[in-house]
């Protein structure tokens, strides 16, 4: 079965510096991976995807993602955190059978000025 | 492109009333849609899949005759929350996967900004 794990309810950074938002997968067959911020009340905003190709993944906003096979994981990274970046990052995998995406639990990032 | 709206971005009903929200795909057009529930500080959890024409596909745990979905077009389907009760005050999203990756096999969700629901 597919599976995403974000080990950290909350990160918390220091402004300036950089941040590392943690995901591992499981699935069977090709990975097609996603990371969305939510902010307060408001729906997902799309940040960055993973369907083939290099493993650095550029994305919105300065963020990236690294693709790491052997870990199965796909961090989420930025090299300097903002203070209007704290926010509820989800990483998704799509379920290779059915186009449903499996969620992450979340996980709280919190810059501090 | 990959606009997703939802209708109303908020609402506050009373305990025994019906609500519908609305989930349109502004510029493309999208035979699924999903619908998610999210309680506070909770991650999403998928409530059904909806193929235009045809009836909704729900998760285990979820109520059919609850939670009332058509998807009568490409670009339209509505989530209908009937006798609601407080314990169903929540925030509903909704996403419309695209054709656009069907090359790559990618079919992206793009997601609605949400609905509050609250039940008095």
């Known amino acids: 079965a597919q599976s995403v794990a974000q080990p950290e309810d909350q990160v918390n950074v220091a402004e300036g510096n950089p941040l590392t938002v943690k995901c591992t997968y499981s699935?069977?067959?090709?990975?097609?991976l996603f990371w969305y911020v939510q902010y307060p009340n408001r729906g997902l905003q799309f940040l960055l995807k993973?369907?083939?190709?290099?493993?650095l993944v550029k994305g919105s906003y300065g963020f990236e993602a690294e693709f790491n096979k052997s870990q199965t994981s796909f961090h989420l990274k930025k090299p300097s955190a903002l203070v209007s970046d704290s926010a509820l990052y989800f990483c998704?995998?799509?379920?290779?059978?059915?186009?449903?995406?499996?969620f992450g639990t979340g996980t709280r990032l919190k810059v501090l000025a | 492109g990959a606009v997703v709206s939802q209708h109303p971005s908020w609402v506050i009903c009373k305990s025994g009333t019906s609500v519908k929200i609305e989930c349109r795909s502004l510029d493309f057009q999208a035979t699924t849609m999903f619908w998610y529930r999210q309680f506070p500080k909770q991650s999403l959890m998928l409530m059904a899949t909806?193929?235009?024409?045809?009836?909704?596909?729900?998760e285990q745990g979820v109520e059919k005759d609850k939670f009332l979905i058509n998807h009568a077009s490409l670009t339209l389907s509505t989530l209908t929350v009937t006798s609601a009760h407080p314990e169903d005050s929540s925030f509903y999203i909704c996403?419309?996967?695209?054709?656009?990756?069907?090359?790559?096999?990618?079919?992206?969700?793009?997601f609605g900004p949400g609905t509050r629901l609250t039940v008095l």
């Open positions: 998704a995998v799509r379920d290779a059978g059915t186009y449903k995406y499996i």
């Open positions: 909806s193929n235009e024409g045809s009836k909704a596909t729900y």
């Open positions: 996403s419309a996967m695209g054709t656009s990756g069907r090359a790559t096999g990618a079919y992206e969700q793009f």
């Open positions: 699935v069977s067959g090709n990975p097609y």
């Open positions: 993973y369907i083939t190709g290099d493993n």
